[in-house]
């Protein structure tokens, strides 16, 4: 299996902006950015396919999140603009070192996944 190392989260006023990093520590088929809030359910972020570039977000972020990815250094960037309060919580990168069927936005559609980090954001 593969290794994850996810940083960059931290505290932020509203409307401002963090870049959040996972680095995994070998080939990776697809990556995907989760979050959860306090007593709520683990919820979908995005999910990158490496290979081909391939990009879903989820209704909430989008338009304020983007994707990034960098295959020559197993790392894909979740870069988050305008951020809100309600974006607060512990986000984790996930991946799979191959295709696989399912729903990407639920958490066991991946086999990887990272620490996590906290996303704090204030009002």
């Known amino acids: 299996q593969v290794h994850l190392e996810e940083s960059g989260g931290g505290s932020v006023q509203a409307g401002g902006s963090l870049r959040l990093s996972c680095v995994a520590s070998?080939?990776?088929?697809?990556m995907g950015w989760f979050r959860q809030a306090p007593g709520k359910e683990r919820e979908g972020v995005s999910v990158i396919w490496t290979g081909s570039g391939f990009i879903e977000y989820a209704d909430s972020v989008s338009g304020r999140f983007t994707v990034s990815q960098d295959n020559a250094k197993n790392t894909v960037y979740l870069q988050m603009n305008s951020l809100k309060p309600e974006d607060t919580g512990m986000y984790y990168c996930a991946a799979n070192e191959g295709p696989r069927n399912g729903n990407f936005f639920q958490e066991n559609y991946f086999s990887n996944w990272g620490q996590g980090t906290q996303v704090t954001v204030s009002s």
């Open positions: 070998g080939y990776i088929y697809s």
